[in-house]
């Protein structure tokens, strides 16, 4: 029904923290934001990846309509992902965003 999605990566990094125990350890992460112009019809947004090099997509997260952003922890340093979001819900058939990569650092 006319529903379409943009997708961008927004942000990615890798850093050092410090846990309870005053051990050191990285993570990394992959923001991205989408926007849609199918206002009311969407109950919410699947968000997929794969890796680089991967035809395999896999659902990460499935969120709810008034959520435009997304973080991914599950990354790992050195690698490229590609995302891609699709809209869900009611009777919209939607096809997928633009696909973004990030190559995480």
Do not use: H, M
């Amino acid at each position: 029904s006319g529903a379409a999605v943009g997708l961008e990566v927004t942000d990615v990094g890798t850093e050092t923290d410090v846990n309870e125990d005053g051990e050191e350890y990285e993570y990394s992460w992959v923001t991205l934001d989408w926007w849609e112009n199918a206002e009311d019809l969407e109950e919410g947004y699947a968000i997929e990846r794969r890796e680089w090099g991967s035809t395999y997509w896999s659902t990460i997260a499935e969120v709810e309509w008034n959520v435009d952003d997304y973080t991914d922890f599950e990354v790992e340093q050195g690698k490229i992902y590609n995302y891609r979001v699709k809209v869900y819900g009611f009777d919209t058939i939607a096809p997928y965003s633009n696909e973004d990569c990030a190559e995480v650092p």
